[in-house]
């Protein structure tokens, strides 16, 4: 008996596992745009109402993202911080202790040191660059690990398999925000991981037109999940799913165009005069690039550049711009730029970033699919203001 290769990923984003068709089938999922299912009368089947995440269009990008991460099962949910929200909640009860990287969205960090501290939750933020930092910060309540692979907003890399293996020996769940990534570039569950979670916004949506969130693991982990997702109200709508089906379609596609403009742009600034640093993993002065370069597929289209100038010389570049938008989020086919001291990380006080390396000269540029000479062409102008 002939064996079948398994399939590559950009198979698995267009179709899923795949499945026969009927004749005259539709080749694409239809929207069931609707809140409610017909019952059957006396049946104890499983109950079809979107609220419980089931509705044919939450499942069919849920199986499809399960494939692609080589998870059990995944689930897509309102928002990205929804599902970083509610995959720590599947495992974490008050009184519990969680030990995070300290190099993370500044949203996630609201959540952890605000909200979860409510909840009974305690939190403790460690630098990941120091050696034995989450051995250190365990203690007799800790449940879990949480990092970015990636890191928001200056792209340092984090070595997965050791801090899996501290997990693994210590019985703790070790959850990973894959966002910048995408499972085109690494797969976290491949390395160690117990739970991946995804900004959807971001590249695995790569249109910039919805705002959902995913959560990928065990069978147990993600029904935990959608029981909570009921409970709090953060069901998926049908058509924001079948957007993001759409998407999905593309991503493989999608993310070799991010990686190659990413890296063609992030090696251009790094020779202008104007511009002091730039964070990129691909590059090879990149204190993570031994890292990256072992770890994933591509480095990804997100690049950090320090201005020189400072704040008011990175406010007359983003008004030269004529094809990047100042816009933030991430990910879409269109070239986004972002100040984090305004958006991701903006809760910091101004001494807090330039701790963290995010001067008021940093920006972050999310490079989209266009010709990146025409991309590299509009921050040349942009810069000789």
Excluded at 55 to 82: H, T, W, Y
Excluded at 108 to 119: D, S
Excluded at 121 to 148: G, H, M, W, Y
Aim: aromatic fraction near 6%; include cysteine; charge should be neutral.
């Amino acid at each position: 008996m002939t064996r079948r290769k398994a399939l590559g990923l950009s198979t698995k984003a267009v179709h899923g596992a795949p499945h026969h068709h009927l004749d005259h089938a539709p080749v694409t999922t239809p929207v069931y745009q609707t809140s409610t299912f017909v019952n059957p009368v006396g049946q104890s089947e499983e109950v079809l109402y979107t609220r419980y995440g089931n509705n044919p269009n939450q499942v069919e990008i849920g199986d499809k993202l399960a494939a692609l991460e080589g998870a059990e099962r995944a689930l897509f949910v309102a928002s990205g911080m929804g599902a970083t929200a509610l995959a720590h909640l599947a495992v974490l009860r008050p009184g519990d202790h969680l030990v995070s990287s300290a190099w993370i969205y500044g949203g996630t960090r609201q959540l952890f040191t605000e909200q979860f501290t409510q909840l009974g939750i305690e939190v403790t933020l460690i630098d990941p660059s120091q050696k034995r930092a989450f051995k250190n910060a365990i203690r007799k309540n800790t449940r879990a690990f949480f990092v970015e692979m990636i890191t928001n907003p200056l792209m340092r890399v984090l070595d997965l398999a050791p801090i899996a293996k501290l997990a693994q020996s210590q019985g703790l769940a070790l959850l990973v925000d894959s966002t910048f990534a995408s499972p085109v570039n690494c797969r976290p569950l491949e390395h160690g991981a117990d739970v991946v979670i995804h900004s959807v916004t971001k590249y695995l949506n790569g249109h910039s037109d919805l705002i959902a969130g995913a959560v990928a693991g065990t069978e147990a982990l993600v029904e935990e999940v959608r029981h909570l997702m009921q409970v709090w109200g953060q069901a998926l709508d049908p058509h924001a799913a079948w957007l993001i089906e759409r998407g999905m379609k593309t991503l493989a596609l999608r993310m070799e165009r991010h990686n190659a403009n990413g890296l063609a742009f992030a090696r251009w600034a790094a020779g202008h005069d104007q511009i002091s640093a730039v964070h990129y993993p691909g590059l090879e002065d990149h204190p993570d690039h031994t890292i990256a370069k072992r770890l994933l597929a591509g480095y990804g289209g997100m690049v950090g550049l320090e201005v020189k100038g400072g704040a008011r010389r990175v406010e007359r570049m983003l008004r030269r711009l004529r094809l990047a938008y100042h816009a933030p989020s991430l990910g879409g086919v269109e070239t986004l730029v972002s100040e984090p001291r305004l958006t991701s990380h903006a809760s910091l006080t101004p001494a807090e970033r330039q701790a963290q390396g995010i001067p008021d000269g940093f920006v972050r540029v999310s490079l989209g699919v266009e010709d990146v000479d025409d991309l590299i062409a509009d921050f040349e102008h942009a810069l000789a203001a």
